[in-house]
T-cell receptor
Framework: AQSVTQPDIHITVSEGASLELRCNYS??????LFWYVQSPGQGLQLLLK??????LVQGIKGFEAEFKRSQSSFNLRKPSVHWSDAAEYFC???????????FGPGTRLSVLP | KAGVTQTPRYLIKTRGQQVTLSCSPI?????VSWYQQTPGQGLQFLFE???????NKGNFPGRFSGRQFSNSRSEMNVSTLELGDSALYLC?????????FGPGTRLLVL
């Protein structure tokens, strides 16, 4: 069965610093990969997705993610964090054969002024 | 294009009652999924509907049920509410392999 791990439960960065959120997945083939962001009390907003092709994917709000097959990872990055980026970030995978979406446990990002 | 709409946004019920939540997907999308989100369990898949048929179901008791109408709107029902059913219930509109989420319904069971 597919699974997703996000090793960091909570990360704190200073505004303007760079950010990398880790995501590792377990799946027999290359799944479809997603990053979502959730502000308190809100639904999930899609940041970016990877299906195939270029392993560096650009998303909204200045985020990007890199798929590394050898490491089964799909880490999310942003070069300069803004205070409004404080939220919870979820990595998700779905298999190629109609399997359900599986979400990671989430990483909560705090941003210091 | 309007996004996913969920009603109501907030709900307070007491144990033993039942509740019905509604979700309208993005126009033209025929598939919806439902999730329960709690601090302890994270995001857990409830079920998925496509063209009025349940396509997948998560590991939840039979008290949790859903349906989809011909206009793609979906409802989920929870009968005999328990305190542990307090959660944010999220609906997603699906196109291809991508899910677009609504704002959720916050259910509090007292």
């Amino acid at each position: 069965a597919q699974s997703v791990t996000q090793p960091d439960i909570h990360i704190t960065v200073s505004e303007g610093a760079s950010l990398e959120l880790r995501c590792n997945y377990s799946y027999g083939a290359t799944p479809y990969l997603f990053w979502y962001v959730q502000s308190p009390g809100q639904g999930l907003q899609l940041l970016l997705k990877y299906f195939s092709g270029d392993t560096l994917v650009q998303g909204i709000k200045g985020f990007e993610a890199e798929f590394k097959r050898s490491q089964s990872s799909f880490n999310l990055r942003k070069p300069s964090v803004h205070w409004s980026d404080a939220a919870e970030y979820f990595c998700a995978v779905v298999g190629n054969y109609g399997q359900n979406f599986v979400f990671g446990p989430g990483t909560r990002l705090s941003v210091l002024p | 294009k309007a996004g996913v709409t969920q009603t109501p946004r907030y709900l307070i019920k007491t144990r033993g009652q039942q509740v019905t939540l509604s979700c309208s997907p993005i126009s033209g999308h025929r598939s919806v999924s439902w999730y329960q989100q709690t601090p302890g369990q994270g995001l857990q898949f409830l079920f998925e509907y496509f063209s009025e048929t349940q396509r997948n179901k998560g590991n939840f008791p039979g008290r949790f049920s859903g349906r989809q109408f011909s206009n793609s709107r979906s409802e989920m029902n929870v009968s005999t509410l328990e305190l542990g059913d307090s959660a944010l219930y999220l609906c997603a509109s699906i196109v291809g392999e991508t899910q677009y989420f609504g704002p959720g319904t916050r259910l509090l069971v007292l």
